[in-house]
């Protein structure tokens, strides 16, 4: 069963070790336990529903409450300590683009705001519900989930928008096809959460960002349905796509999506290199992105990321020998990891390894095979689950990302990882905090930074800390000319930056585009851009 | 000097020997020549402009009438036969995105009309000067073409947006880069142009669609300045770029762009393979194209196309001996012929050229080598001057092109070219018609159709066969279900199409879009979208 106030399946543990444990109370001291608020409890202190009775909309304060909030830590807080806030007036949940279209005018009737909420892993705040006059209606997608075709010649797929990750390839797989999209939050986050979200996923060297993959499907707006057909490519006017991708909920609500699929891959490998230290590193990645290389992945992780990822690993004596062998052959202190991996054809793999090892090597890289990859490979959807077991342990993690060109990518890293540093030492506290580069282009690469710190076990003054926190960080990253984010989209957690790198004029063109298809601001208002 | 009432510069001939004239004569009849139009007889019959005097505004009659028109064969009827119609008011040479700035406040002082002007290569009627009362100033943009950054780290070029193909290259080579976009206009079409409605050249298999060049700069909108940043990737909302492109002048000018740029190949080459027939040959290609290889090119003739192009070389003796040995290998009649195109390093030159034969021989594909590859990149730019040659000869060339997914291309090749000779056998006339896939994807292919007809020689009856062509092969593509077009953009001729792709919902919101940034109407109103 899914954790109502925390990561995933209850059944999935992924503890700390004793040794990581220990790692962690070294750098910032020993953490806090706080008693969890109960479900029951929570679900009682839920006003009662402003909405009438309407065909399904389940109005009890179960459902209300379970679908509320997304993962980010503010959200983390409120779940945890039992401190909700507001919560939807009630939650539906639709089985077909028809069933969207009489929502939406039931919503249009009683003057509702809506919400669409996918899978519910938003870390940027994007199903926040304001508080206000108006009722709230969360749309819960996840009914929507049917492959409701599949055209192999031209390999586009189409789905119910509320399909979740492993649904999604399971039900392509048993044709021989993958999406290969698969963002940490795979698990839980759905198709189209991922596309108004414009999310990235960990292959997106092979199969690209969301945005390439999305082709076309159905939109329903205040105003009526937008039907975006498929074309391989055009050049007739605007892209619809281009309005519906990252619209978070602004313009309508995606129904249906068809997505570029590929043939199932012949291999799959995932290889692990070390540098002896961050400029070479980044020196090779960025040969390696520039070569354009048939590979899957490129993931660089700073030396604290590679120390910490080291640790977490456990297995003391294995890695100690391993960081032996790397002492001799130059990487100590200092060193850096880097983790490529492949997706494709057995002749495709020969030729793009050989490629990137040749280029690696010339920048002191030590490859170390395929063993830490595979390791990687199983664990990369369950390390999320560390939220989980450092949170009992007293912890609480948070990570921001950016993306930048070349030139800035090294100052970025450092400007967060100091911002964060600075934000907890006027509380007094220290903060553990690395960084990897977990996209690559020929352009410039994703920032990517973790934070774990202790918490204080009161509400009100964890919830101040990460706001010192996310101000600070959200402010260097502008500050270093970094997009707000890369991956995880804007909701209410980003909004207030989002003028910083659209400008005033490109703000205005974004409010005048969402007020066209939802004249009555009642399409997930405050997400995005700010009123 | 570059031709005023036809295509490139007068300097180059590229004529029709004997054999094609008497291929092109058994096709389509003996065509008749016309006597063009003289300059200044043109120039003479321009009515006075009706903008005031301001600044640098060229108002000559000469200036008016070089800058009114682009290269779409009603253009092309209009010119030659001296029947010019409506030409702006003045045109301006701005060398800065300040000047553009002042210009489009004089334009709003004056309430004129602002159409924007790049290289003046439209074949879309993007150019086209309403008639009405208001004055119509074009701003030409060709004086905005420098170098104004280069980020080697990043890869990224600024240029103003006025730069010529030729020139953009050419200064891009003197550091060792290439942008990599070679549409066959690339000698007189332009950085902006390409922006602004979403062009592809012929490498796009490497170096992709300008869109996924395209990756920030500035933009002067009647509601002031666009500035747009470079990120490798964002997922903050709307990307602003693709408000930009393919906005073919109605938001506002585009005054400087940064694109991503690559490295000067180390090797490039251009091979030729027969197929058999055309399914053959079509299977083959799909199957190119979801492998991935790295090519930077694909282009595959129909069997009418490929016989043209053979006849067309000349050489007759070489091209029997040719023809001879495909027989022998089983590429007989119906035989159709791919060029595919490399661009990149020799270690991906060997892989990719040894992956390409292997799937072409399974499908019965005959590679001849790179001789008539290297024939074809030598003539790329030159072909087009093709029309000059057959226009003397009393014959129009004219294009369509449009895009679509896999199960639908050979169809709609079928009903396009059965549509334009329907067309003219409305008129007892016959058209000499063939067809070839210029850009190839995972999901389907671009759809590229040539006519070539005989001229009645009278302006009305030449331009009422071709509305009657235009709109026969339009509501082909329209019911074939494919975009109105891949490459060459909306411009007045293919807005009346739009709404089929786009449906009434979304037409709207590039209404409310438009209306947004000019709210006079101001900016190349009826193209793309008509009011």
Redesign the interface.
Known sequence: MRRWNGWGDSAVEYGLHADALAFLRARVGEGARVEDAGFEAVCAAAPPSRLPSFGSVDRTPQTRVLNALGQSLPDWLRLRYGDIGPVPDGVAFPESDGEVRVLLDFARSVDAIVIPHGGGTSVAGHLAVPAGERPVLSINLTRMRALLNL?R????ATFGAGVYGPDLEAQLRAHGYTLGHFPQSFEYSTLGGWIV????GQQSL?YG?IEQMY?GGRVQ?P??????????????????R??V????GRIGILTEATV?V??LPEREAFHAVFFPNWDAAEAAV?ELA???L?LSMLRLSNALETVTMLTLAGHARLIGLLERYLVLRGCGEGKCMLMFGFS??H??YR?AVR?ALRISRARGGVHVGTRMGEKWKQNRFRTVYLRNAAWEQGYAIDTVET?????RVKPMMQAVEQAAVAAFAQYGERVHTYTHLS?L??????VYTTFVFRLAGRYEVDLARWRTLKAAVSQAIVAQ??????????GSD?APY?AA???E??V???R??FA??DPDGRMNPGK??QP
């Open positions: 055209d010649q031209s390999q586009l979200t414009r999310s990235s092979r960002r082709a707006t105003r009526g349905a937008l039907a975006i057909p498929t074309f391989p490519a055009s050049a007739a006017g605007t892209d619809l281009e309005l991708l990252g619209s978070e570029r590929s043939r960025r520039q070569a354009r048939p494709g054809t002749s495709d030729h490629a993306a930048v060109d070349w030139p996209h282009y020929a352009q410039g690469a994703s000319g970094g997009t707000i984010s890369h991956q995880h989209g804007v980003h989002l790198e659209k400008g004029a490109g205005a063109a974004l005048a585009l066209h298809f995005l851009v």
